[in-house]
């Protein structure tokens, strides 16, 4: 007799956090259904958290560690003897060569997973190693450099459930679930955007596709890639040439001469000047500006579309110039609708916090670039590795991330898996990287760890509790990520530090015990939000509280070098000049990034009912530019950047702006030729320098609207 059960958890293949039920037939999951009473997900789930439970029947899942062996072969191992090995390698490389040549690489997994990035944190603290990377600065680093450089308002901006306009700058959370600041995060994003357009909210949308995002935009204005400066810069000139913005806060709470600074830098970007670069109405530019001045509570912010493109530090403080401008910023007295339970209780006045100037973490060894809050520059990590010298990175551990098909410069990430001393992989696939990999551990999957959202917390667009235990059972010899971390630890006798105390030494604690040392101080406490998860707490929520008396931030709008950036923008014809090599004859074409539903990242393809809906990562041209390549559908074009090339093939997709080619991230295999791009796809990430164009302040890449020259090639280039 089979017993069946049906158990409630959340879905973490992405940040969104779904609420599930799955079904478990003698313990295991056949089924994953979304919740219908759920009060904001209302039974939504995508086609990725419903083939859940394929990943625990798939033969190539990872549920024992793995060794390297001397022909180059894998060989199980016990995890405690592969701990014991990483270990004193570990401790070896560190009596050589000092604690900063061990490196974490925390990726997508590890950060759907609470314990994994603070516990790897306090391992780096713990042996004294500054070598500690996240995707998030191959992400928006700039989102966070941006506030702390122009200041930011402490009650947060405005709510997107009574916004009156969304100004939404390349993202599209209606594949990604992913929007800025809240509001569309997979919490059923179709349906809630229906209602919240039903409501009279108006939606602007800037992006060279016209995404799903788009579709239901009042405007949307298709813009050139990586033109989202000069775009932004018209939308502000507008603004104030209008007197639409909201003059009193600005004399308030923006630095003196700052507003007169701003107006003389962005004069030059007439809407006939804006029009012409970007490849849009000047009309619909006028329009844009004054829908987004027009409401009274509205939202401007970007995703990773602009975040990768030109100028990406410059486009966010423009971004955020907006909202300032136009006071899109809670008030004294308003109700914070996200609910950052797990967070410590904020001050949440309405005054401007900061602004605290740029990055002044430990300086990398390349481009002069500096750390964050605890955090180096991923765009450095393989140069940290391949190049000698005093610092040079060693050992590697990917807590749950696929350096070889995410990281920006495919050439470089290479020549660093091969140069490592030690590469120690946490994943429960064979990776790209994890191929190159001297051990991997099988890490616990997420319906076999008590687990929190630590990135939805925040962005909730009500105040919600989420919290699941597990409720599957691991069958095989697997360690959560940071159990990896704590049991090394122990090994090389440190004591890992949390924000509530050390995690206990000798007996290992468990999952929920890790969490309450991370969470101590979480203004709700973690025994409310574990017993009633999956409700709206809105006795909880946070009332935004008058600014003091004496708050003497300011925000810098004009800030000197982006001044500057402005008119070397303007100076431009393309934001493509930034790059050296850059041929305006030959790269006619910009690559744009973009999300498949079936896919996480490189996560998807190993699944067959998820591999099916995408066999590869298409590059999507507009009809009209595959009539004049001479390319039909699923025939192959050779993309090439001034670094480097591939072999994509080609789709039609009318709604791809022409000129733009978008395909998705993190595919293909681990060579440099293309073969099997028709089974696994091509990585765009082979066409990226890190060192041609990059930003100054972060070190981000270009990994969008990278110029391209585009040609059709027959299927014998796959042989060759
Ligand atoms: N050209 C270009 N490059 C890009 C981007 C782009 O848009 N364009 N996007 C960038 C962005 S935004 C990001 S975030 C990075 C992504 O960079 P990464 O995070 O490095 O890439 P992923 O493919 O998401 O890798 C996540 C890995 O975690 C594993 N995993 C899943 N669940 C678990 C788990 O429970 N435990 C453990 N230990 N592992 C697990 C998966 O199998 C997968 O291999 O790529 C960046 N690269
Ligand atoms: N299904 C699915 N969901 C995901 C992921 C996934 O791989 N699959 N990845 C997760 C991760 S790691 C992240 S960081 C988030 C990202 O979430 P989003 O930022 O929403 O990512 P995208 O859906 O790629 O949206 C980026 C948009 O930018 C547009 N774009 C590209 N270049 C430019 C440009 O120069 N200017 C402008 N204005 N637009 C441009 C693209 O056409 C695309 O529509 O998604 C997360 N969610
Ligand atoms: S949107 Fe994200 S969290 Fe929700 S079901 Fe899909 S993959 Fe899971
Ligand atoms: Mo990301």
Redesign the pocket.
């Given at each position: 007799m089979t017993t069946i059960e049906t158990r409630r958890s959340f879905c973490r293949i992405?940040?969104?956090a779904c609420p599930i039920d799955v079904e478990l037939h003698d313990g295991r999951p056949v089924k994953v259904s979304g919740v219908d009473d759920d009060p904001i997900f209302k039974g939504y789930t995508?086609v990725?958290g419903r083939q859940i439970p394929d990943q625990f029947t798939d033969p190539g899942r990872i549920d024992n560690p793995l060794r390297r062996t001397a022909d180059g072969g894998w060989e199980q191992v016990d995890s405690a003897t592969a701990l014991d090995e990483v270990a004193a390698r570990l401790r070896a490389i560190i009596d050589e060569h000092g604690p900063r040549a061990v490196a974490t690489y925390t990726g997508?997994g590890g950060y759907q997973n609470a314990p994994s990035h603070p516990v790897a944190m306090a391992f780096h603290r713990a042996i004294g190693s500054l070598s500690y990377y996240t995707?998030v600065t191959i992400?928006?680093p700039m989102k966070r450099t941006a506030a702390m450089r122009m200041g930011m308002w402490e009650a947060g901006p405005n709510n997107f459930n009574d916004a009156d306009v969304l100004l939404a700058?390349?993202?599209?959370?209606m594949?990604?679930?992913?929007?800025p600041n809240g509001g569309l995060q997979g919490t059923d994003p179709f349906a809630t955007l229906r209602r919240r357009k039903a409501e009279g909210m108006k939606l602007v949308v800037?992006?060279?596709?016209r995404?799903e995002?788009?579709a239901q935009a009042d405007i949307h204005l298709q813009?050139?890639?990586?033109?989202?400066p000069t775009?932004l810069a018209g939308l502000i000139r507008v603004i104030l040439d209008e007197d639409l913005h909201d003059a009193e806060f600005c004399e308030q709470w923006v630095e003196p001469g700052h507003i007169d600074a701003l107006r003389v830098a962005v004069d030059p970007y007439t809407p006939v000047y804006v029009a012409d670069r970007c490849g849009i109405d000047a009309d619909d530019l006028v329009a844009a500006a004054r829908m987004f001045a027009g409401g009274t509570r509205g939202i401007a912010g970007?995703?990773?579309?602009?975040?990768?493109?030109p100028h990406p530090s410059l486009m966010e403080h423009l971004t955020q110039t907006l909202n300032v401008l136009c006071n899109r910023f809670l008030q004294a007295g308003d109700t914070v609708h996200t609910s950052s339970f797990l967070q410590p209780e904020p001050p949440a006045r309405a005054q401007v916090l900061g602004p605290f100037g740029l990055p002044n973490g430990p300086e990398s060894r390349f481009r002069g670039l500096r750390g964050i809050g605890g955090e180096m520059p991923c765009t450095t990590l393989a140069q940290e590795i391949a190049t000698p010298g005093d610092g040079q990175v060693r050992a590697l551990i990917v807590n749950g991330g696929n350096p070889v098909a995410a990281w920006p410069d495919m050439v470089r990430t290479l020549e660093a898996m091969e140069s490592l001393e030690l590469l120690v992989v946490i994943d429960h696939r064979m990776t790209q990287t994890a191929e190159f990999a001297d051990y991997v551990f099988a890490p616990r999957l997420a319906l076999e760890r008590a687990d929190v959202p630590p990135f939805m917390d925040r962005w909730f667009r009500e105040p919600y509790a989420c919290y699941t235990p597990a409720i599957v059972e691991p069958t095989g010899d697997q360690l959560n990520d940071w159990e990896v971390y704590w049991e090394i630890a122990e090994r090389l006798d440190v004591t890992l530090e949390l924000p509530g105390g050390p995690i206990p030494r000798g007996d290992r604690p468990s999952d929920d015990d890790v969490l309450d040392l991370i969470y101590y101080n979480s203004r709700v406490p973690l025994s409310v939000i574990r017993e009633r998860s999956g409700e709206v707490l809105w006795e909880y929520a946070i009332e935004v509280k008058p600014a003091d008396p004496d708050a003497s931030g300011r925000f810098l709008l004009a800030l000197e070098d982006h001044m500057e950036e402005l008119g070397q923008v303007y100076n431009e014809s393309t934001s493509a000049e930034v790059m050296a090599g850059f041929d305006p004859a030959v790269h006619r074409f910009?690559l744009?990034?973009?999300?498949?539903?079936?896919?996480?990242?490189s996560?998807?393809g190993e699944l067959a009912g998820l591999r099916r809906k995408n066999p590869t990562n298409y590059a999507y041209m507009n009809p009209e530019d595959m009539a004049s390549l001479g390319v039909d559908d699923e025939s192959l074009v050779r993309i090439a950047s001034p670094y480097g090339s591939l072999i994509g093939v080609a789709k039609m997709a009318p709604d791809?702006r022409a000129g733009?080619i978008?395909m998705?991230?993190?595919w293909g295999g681990t060579t440099m030729d293309d073969g099997g791009v028709r089974e696994v796809g091509a990585p765009t990430n082979r066409l990226i320098d890190v060192e041609n164009g990059y930003c100054h302040i972060t070190g981000q890449a270009i990994q969008?609207?990278i110029p391209v020259s585009v040609e059709a090639v027959s299927d014998e280039v796959l042989a060759s």
């Open positions: 992405c940040h969104a995508c990725k997508t995707s992400d928006q700058i390349g993202y599209n959370p594949v990604s679930s992913f929007s800037v992006d060279p596709r995404t995002l788009a813009v050139r890639p990586g033109e989202d775009l970007n995703g990773t579309g602009p975040s990768m493109a910009r744009i990034s973009r999300r498949l539903k079936s896919h996480l990242n996560l998807g791809v733009a978008s998705a991230h993190s969008s609207s």
